[in-house]
């Protein structure tokens, strides 16, 4: 089974910008997804790439929120600009098909 490992969350001013990271074991390349879930919230989908490369966004996401991939090191990045208080979430990574799954997280808190 596909396993996902997410890096790069932390602590990061309002306003500011983070990549976080998900590496994908394995050679093949996969369809991987982003999630986040903020504290007494549901998990909510933050979007999704193809192997193909085809991206879609969830409907919060109004373009602070960059997916994009690196086959070579079979890894997705999520690159969230403008970050805001309300973004503060544990960020996971899926493998994103049936069954497909879960990453352990990374925190990203914004806060001045």
């Known amino acids: 089974q596909v396993q996902v490992v997410e890096s790069g969350g932390g602590l990061v001013q309002p306003g500011g910008s983070l990549r976080l990271s998900c590496t994908a074991s394995?050679?093949?390349?996969?369809?991987l997804s982003w999630h986040r879930e903020a504290p007494g919230k549901q998990r909510e989908w933050v979007g999704t790439?193809?192997?193909?490369?085809?991206?879609n966004y969830g409907d919060f996401v109004k373009g602070r929120f960059t997916i994009s991939r690196d086959n070579a090191k079979n890894t997705v990045y999520l690159q969230i600009d403008s970050l805001r208080p309300e973004d503060t979430a544990v960020y996971y990574c899926?493998?994103?098909?049936?069954?497909?799954?879960w990453g352990q997280g990374t925190q990203v808190t914004v806060s001045s």
């Open positions: 899926k493998h994103a098909q049936v069954g497909g799954a």
């Open positions: 790439i193809t192997s193909s490369g085809v991206i």
């Open positions: 394995g050679s093949r390349v996969v369809p």
